[in-house]
């Protein structure tokens, strides 16, 4: 397809009053990603080279979001909400630009496969002026009906205007439409509002292309594709659906998920093979994960690389900016932030680890802090190669540890160690004999009183 020019009109303006939400229902997200941007995501991949975006007037948290997840969309305003073929028109300009092939998508579709795109523009090569995009559902109520004959796309019946015979059809429209680009002003132009709603109705283009000799037909993709959301049922029933087919793309990519149904991955999640990940785990945003690394049981990750080989968790919390090089680890109960973990470092449990860099080899102990904020500023801590930090330590940035360093356990240590130095930063024990029981002696006098 890639000879061939196309422009992907994705409709975006709905308010999405079923979620019952102060946000856009095409920002609602699925795997962490708005459902307009999987939508977007889906139509770079069939080859879309341009990219028109129609909001709602006043909808200035799609358009903000517009310019993170497509900044090279156009984006077009539907000043009141006239239907969808109104709405594909507010892209007038860029239709007229004259592109082979125009497809006109829905933000609330995440779901849809570039492979279904693929098909529809296939058929437009072939010659169809129109083609819909349609699915088979066992139980077809509620959907529009796909009336063919003889491989030709005769017309898009609702429901509710359908004979008896036509309610039986189980071949449903999923609303994407593909339309020659040569065709598909003139088409949308001739749309009318004769109907109840007094709405331009972009599924009235089949019969007005029908009506002028022009091929239209349709092409079959699965009820995955033409899952719209209308509220946060649905939204989960999407979440579900997606889950379950990255899941499924991992294992057979060489990953171990030992408990598939509990492992939850975001829209760009990178898992190398030979990774093992054990049940309740979490994947955020910005994740990457190299080859034969072990993830441990309800651990939590975003914006994190963790290397190969590496031993995470379990319940351990890889936050932003986290690096954890090849062999590292991060055990139990521990936390790193905006930290490089050098290559075969560890972290058993119990730590905090922020805005600090461990260097290769070195060893924290349990309990250990990098004490790295103020109330007001960020500072960084640098911890050699090699060097070991004793349990229950605090270490208070900005502050190096030399490489080989010593730093015994249970000290706050607020100047920088040099080399294969070791550092106490702690009170000299005092004991005082019989003192406790003399202490236990007042209190509950004292108490008593």
């Given at each position: 397809?890639?000879?061939?020019?196309?422009?992907?009109?994705?409709?975006a303006?709905?308010?999405?009053?079923r979620?019952?939400?102060?946000?856009?229902k095409?920002?609602h997200?699925?795997?962490?990603?708005p459902m307009?941007a999987?939508?977007?995501?889906?139509a770079?991949?069939a080859?879309?080279?341009?990219?028109?975006?129609v909001?709602?007037?006043g909808?200035?948290?799609?358009?903000?979001?517009?310019?993170?997840?497509?900044?090279?969309?156009k984006?077009?305003?539907?000043?009141?909400?006239?239907?969808?073929a109104?709405?594909?028109?507010?892209?007038?300009?860029?239709?007229?630009?004259?592109?082979?092939?125009?497809?006109?998508?829905?933000?609330d579709?995440?779901?849809?496969?570039?492979?279904?795109?693929?098909?529809?523009?296939?058929?437009?090569?072939?010659?169809?002026?129109?083609?819909?995009?349609?699915?088979r559902?066992?139980?077809?109520?509620?959907?529009g009906?796909?009336?063919?004959?003889?491989?030709?796309l005769?017309?898009?019946r609702?429901e509710k205007?359908?004979?008896?015979?036509?309610?039986r059809i189980t071949?449903?429209n999923?609303?994407?439409m593909a339309i020659?680009?040569?065709?598909a002003?003139?088409?949308?132009?001739?749309?009318?509002?004769?109907?109840?709603?007094?709405?331009?109705?972009?599924?009235?283009?089949?019969?007005i292309?029908?009506?002028?000799?022009?091929?239209?037909?349709?092409?079959?993709?699965?009820?995955?594709?033409a899952?719209g959301?209308?509220?946060r049922v649905q939204l989960?029933?999407?979440e579900?659906?997606?889950?379950?087919?990255?899941?499924?793309?991992?294992?057979?990519?060489?990953?171990?998920?030992i408990?598939?149904?509990t492992v939850?991955?975001?829209?760009?999640?990178?898992?190398?093979?030979?990774?093992?990940?054990?049940p309740?785990v979490f994947?955020?945003?910005g994740?990457?994960?190299?080859?034969?690394?072990?993830?441990h049981a309800?651990?939590?990750?975003?914006?994190?690389?963790?290397?190969?080989?590496?031993?995470?968790?379990?319940?351990?919390?890889?936050?932003?900016g986290?690096?954890?090089?090849?062999?590292?680890?991060?055990?139990?109960?521990?936390e790193?932030?905006?930290?490089t973990?050098?290559?075969g470092?560890?972290v058993?449990?119990?730590?905090?680890?922020?805005?600090?860099?461990?260097g290769?080899?070195?060893?924290?102990?349990?309990?250990?802090?990098?004490?790295?904020?103020?109330?007001?500023?960020?500072?960084?801590?640098?911890?050699?190669?090699?060097a070991f930090?004793?349990?229950?330590?605090?270490?208070v940035?900005?502050?190096?540890?030399?490489?080989?360093?010593?730093?015994?356990?249970?000290?706050?240590?607020?100047?920088s160690?040099?080399?294969?130095a070791?550092a106490?930063?702690?009170?000299?024990q005092?004991?005082?004999p019989?003192?406790?029981?003399?202490?236990?002696?007042?209190?509950?006098?004292?108490?008593?009183?």
């Open positions: 397809m890639n000879s061939r020019s196309c422009l992907s009109i994705v409709l303006a709905g308010e999405g009053t979620m019952k939400s102060a946000l856009p095409v920002l997200k699925v795997a962490g990603l307009v999987h939508v977007v995501r889906a770079e991949a080859g879309a080279g341009e990219l028109a975006l909001i709602g007037h909808a200035d948290e799609v358009r903000k979001a517009a310019e993170k997840f497509a900044p090279a969309a984006l077009f305003v539907q000043e009141k909400r006239l239907g969808t109104d709405a594909a028109l507010a892209a007038r300009e860029d239709i007229a630009a004259g592109y082979d092939d125009v497809l006109v998508m829905f933000g579709t995440p779901l849809i496969d570039a492979g279904a795109l693929v098909a529809a523009r296939e058929k437009l090569a072939e010659g169809a002026a129109v083609v819909v995009l349609g699915f559902a066992d139980e077809p109520t509620g959907y009906r796909l009336i063919e004959k003889d491989g030709k005769l017309a898009i609702e205007d359908c004979s008896e015979e036509e309610r071949f449903c999923s609303g994407l020659a680009g040569a065709h002003l003139a088409l949308l132009d001739a749309v009318g509002n004769d109907n109840a709603k007094g709405e331009y109705y972009l599924t009235d283009i089949v019969e292309a029908g009506g002028q000799g022009l091929s239209v037909v349709a092409t079959e993709a699965s009820f995955e594709n899952l959301i209308n509220n989960a029933e999407a579900a659906i997606w889950q379950k087919r990255r899941r499924e793309a991992a294992m057979l990519s060489g990953v171990t998920l408990a598939p149904e939850f991955f975001s829209f760009d999640t990178e898992i190398g093979p030979d990774t093992v990940v054990e309740n994947f955020g945003p994740v990457t994960v190299g080859a034969g690394a072990k993830i309800y651990s939590h990750f975003e914006g994190a690389n963790i290397g190969p080989g590496c031993d995470i968790g379990p319940f351990a919390r890889l936050r932003p986290a690096a954890l090089k090849a062999r590292a680890k991060a055990g139990n109960f521990v790193i932030k905006n930290a973990v050098e290559e470092a560890k058993n449990h119990l730590t905090y680890i922020g805005d600090a860099r461990i290769a080899g070195a060893n924290i102990g349990a309990g250990t802090i990098t004490c790295n904020y103020d109330g007001y500023s960020k500072f960084f801590t640098d911890i050699g190669e090699g930090v004793g349990s229950n330590s605090s270490l940035a900005p502050v190096s540890i030399g490489t080989g360093a010593y730093i015994a356990s249970g000290s706050v240590i607020t100047e160690v040099p080399d294969d070791l106490f930063g702690r009170a000299r005092k004991t005082l019989g003192k406790a029981k003399e202490l236990r002696a007042r209190r509950a006098a004292a108490k008593k009183a």
